[in-house]
């Protein structure tokens, strides 16, 4: 199967990756588009926890043993503030009603039922600047692994136009810590304009695996193993919303020694 997921754009559940789609074992993942008024009830696996970002917009939601009115309101996933979030651990639900037209993404990943449901505050997520030059992109970390999570890591990147990301290329999946974990990837896709799109390659070392593709607004690229490197075009600048889970919750992870040279520049 192709790496490159589309998204459907007709409809309001924009995508929805399962481990039996993806063909691997841990990452799940859902993104919705809801108008103003709009319901929708997610219900948890047994087997599953889950963390619900608003990317755009605000919703009132209840848990049962959690409830919010107006959680959210970021304008644009573009805007340097963070996201509001929310995880769910297995077995639980939430309601919610969009207060606006809303974006939503649902990442999930194996969990047994460890940590109860929270609120994840904006001002909780740490914020960072990653590299130099036309290498330079903007970091915010949901669900870092510093903070309680059983399998889930979720992290938001946003790339200037005509700048590249996740570079030099790297990878996460050897089970070989501390030098580098095992760690099943997705990226979501977010372009403006929403008409442009990014290039992503994803590649080992072997070449027994090597794509190439151009997702657009809303696709997601699957990364079951190798490096996955991100470039976006001149006058388009991107964002993604990476989904990490795999058999130790660590992010480690391992450069292309052929490309490690522009670290020092």
């Known amino acids: 199967m192709s790496l490159l997921v589309k ?9 929805r990756i399962t481990p039996q789609s993806a063909g691997w074992r841990h990452v799940g993942f859902d993104a919705w588009h809801l108008a103003a008024g709009e319901e929708l009830q997610i219900d948890v696996a047994e087997d599953r926890e889950t963390c619900l970002a608003v990317l755009r917009g605000a919703i009132d939601f209840d848990t049962g043993a959690l409830r919010r009115e107006r ?16 995880y769910l651990p297995p077995r639980s639900s939430v309601r919610l009603r969009a207060c606006d037209a809303v974006e939503l993404a649902l990442a999930s ?8 449901a929270r609120i994840i505050e904006p001002a909780a997520m740490p914020r960072s600047t990653r590299g130099t030059g036309s290498n330079e992109r903007y970091i915010c970390d949901v669900l870092p692994q ?3 999570a ?5 992290v938001e990147v946003r790339t200037p ?3 590249s990301s996740s570079y030099p290329p790297h990878k996460h999946d050897a089970d070989d810590p501390p030098r580098e974990t095992q760690l099943e990837e ?3 896709h977010r372009i403006d304009p929403p008409q442009g799109f990014a290039f992503q390659r994803v590649y080992t070392d072997a070449g027994d695996l090597d794509e190439t593709m151009a997702p657009h607004d809303h696709d997601v690229v699957l990364v079951p193993r190798g490096y996955h490197p991100v470039v976006m075009p001149h006058g388009y600048r991107g964002y993604y919303l990476n989904v990490m889970a795999g058999p130790r919750r660590e992010w480690r992870m391992r450069n292309d020694p052929a490309h490690e040279w522009m670290l020092k520049l």
């Open 71 to 86: 959680f959210g309101g970021r304008a644009s996933v573009f805007d340097a503030q963070p996201p509001h979030a929310l």
């Open 161 to 163: 136009a005509a700048h």
């Open 7 to 15: 998204a459907q754009r007709d409809a309001s559940h924009l995508v």
């Open 186 to 188: 997705i990226y979501y």
């Open 150 to 154: 059983e399998s889930l890591l979720v």
């Open 109 to 116: 990943a194996p969990a047994t039922g460890r940590y109860p």
């Open 146 to 148: 510093s903070e309680d």
